[in-house]
């Protein structure tokens, strides 16, 4: 069973930089793809971005194209998102999320994916 534990949300001014994790267990995640999607009050899961565990290719929602990476050490089973040039339109319950990767799939489509962390929450002030 997979479980996926996110941490290091928390509120950070305009400008600023935050890492969020997201620990993984309960298989191995080589064939999978891990993803992170953000969700304010109201409104979808919007996809934030995504990476392939086995050859690291990384994508990315426009909205945060040159400001967030994702990254994975493959040691400690964990996903990074590193957030930097905040903005208030960043404040959202950021989530990840993980699927079987196969070719082709759309990987910005929260419905595909299985596994869900219980989210933890970016506060950006403006």
């Known amino acids: 069973q997979v479980q996926l534990v996110e941490s290091g949300g928390g509120l950070v001014q305009a400008g600023g930089s935050l890492r969020l994790s997201c620990a993984a267990s309960?298989?191995?995640?080589?064939?999978?793809?891990m993803a992170w999607f953000r969700q304010t009050p109201g409104k979808e899961r919007q996809f934030v971005g995504s990476?392939?565990?086995?050859?690291?290719?990384?994508y990315y929602a426009d909205s945060v194209k040159g400001r967030f990476t994702i990254s994975r050490d493959n040691a400690k089973n964990t996903v990074y998102l590193q957030m930097n040039s905040l903005k208030p339109e960043d404040t959202a319950v950021y989530y990840c999320?993980?699927?079987?990767?196969?070719?082709?799939?759309?990987?910005?489509?929260?419905?595909?994916?299985?596994?869900w962390g219980q989210g933890t929450q970016v506060t950006v002030s403006s």
């Open positions: 999320a993980a699927k079987f990767y196969r070719r082709g799939d759309y990987y910005y489509d929260p419905t595909s994916y299985a596994d």
């Open positions: 309960g298989r191995t995640f080589s064939s999978y793809i």
């Open positions: 990476i392939i565990w086995k050859d690291r290719t990384a």
